[in-house]
């Protein structure tokens, strides 16, 4: 079973921030939380990753509460491309962890309006 | 570089018949992992490959199953098509070793859409 809780559904504005949430309670000390989202019909796409630290890369930032049971994927200006389900994932990070075994939930559905 | 290379991207069977499909992995990256998408179950982990060896396996019966060359391509296989066997079947590449969480990170194909009648 997936490790992570996810609304199933969000709708944002175009040109707004969307703050995704996710809960993952259960994290282990050595587990990252990655972020992929799917466009329809498409394979998943890698978004961003970390392990405590808030991360910021070109497409989003990713937001870590310091107990590590909870973060938010912030897209900062969404755009009608972003209309997407967008997975949660905790997993190892590297060593044994190694693995392309990924757990996936149900995502959340975001949808983006004009 | 080239992304992951799915082949087909469609197919249609009849059940009972079997499928090969295909998947040319990222340049370096040496594990391929497989997955199947339903609109029930979702994205379901099928099985992984590393260095011709699988490392990794769902919870599938033994009518999947794939193998992996030693240029990490890699074909899965499905005998005696079922019904429900229609999916999205999903190629993924990692590197899959290395000290960096960043080795973790899965490059996904756009699919083989197979429909089974």
């Known amino acids: 079973d997936a490790k992570t809780t996810q609304p199933p559904s969000m709708d944002c504005a175009e040109g707004r921030a969307a703050n995704l949430p996710c809960n993952h309670s259960t994290i282990s000390g050595n587990e990252y939380v990655y972020w992929y989202r799917q466009i329809h019909s498409q394979g998943p796409q890698y978004i961003i990753h970390?392990?405590?630290n808030n991360e910021t890369n070109e497409m989003a930032s990713l937001i870590i509460t310091e107990d590590r049971k909870s973060s938010t994927l912030i897209l900062p200006h969404a755009t009608l491309r972003d209309t997407a389900v967008y997975y949660c994932i905790v997993r190892v990070g590297s060593g044994s962890g190694n693995t392309g075994k990924l757990i996936f939930g149900q995502g959340t559905t975001l949808q983006v309006k004009p | 570089k080239a992304g992951v290379t799915q082949t087909p991207r469609y197919l249609i069977k009849t059940r009972g018949q079997q499928v090969t499909l295909s998947c040319s992995p990222i340049?370096?990256?040496?594990?391929v992992s497989w997955y199947q998408q339903t609109p029930g179950q979702g994205l379901q982990f099928l099985f992984e490959?590393?260095?011709?060896?699988?490392?990794n396996k769902g919870n599938f019966p033994g009518r999947f199953s794939g193998r992996q060359f030693s240029n990490s391509r890699s074909e899965m296989n499905v005998s005696t098509l079922e019904l429900g066997d229609s999916a999205l079947y999903l190629c993924?590449?990692?590197?899959?070793?290395?000290?960096?969480?960043?080795?973790?990170?899965?490059?996904f194909g756009a699919g083989s859409r197979l429909t089974v009648l």
């Open positions: 993924a590449s990692s590197l899959g070793v290395g000290l960096s969480s960043g080795a973790n990170v899965l490059t």
């Open positions: 970390g392990l405590k």
């Open positions: 490959y590393f260095s011709e060896t699988q490392r």
């Open positions: 340049s370096g990256h040496r594990s």
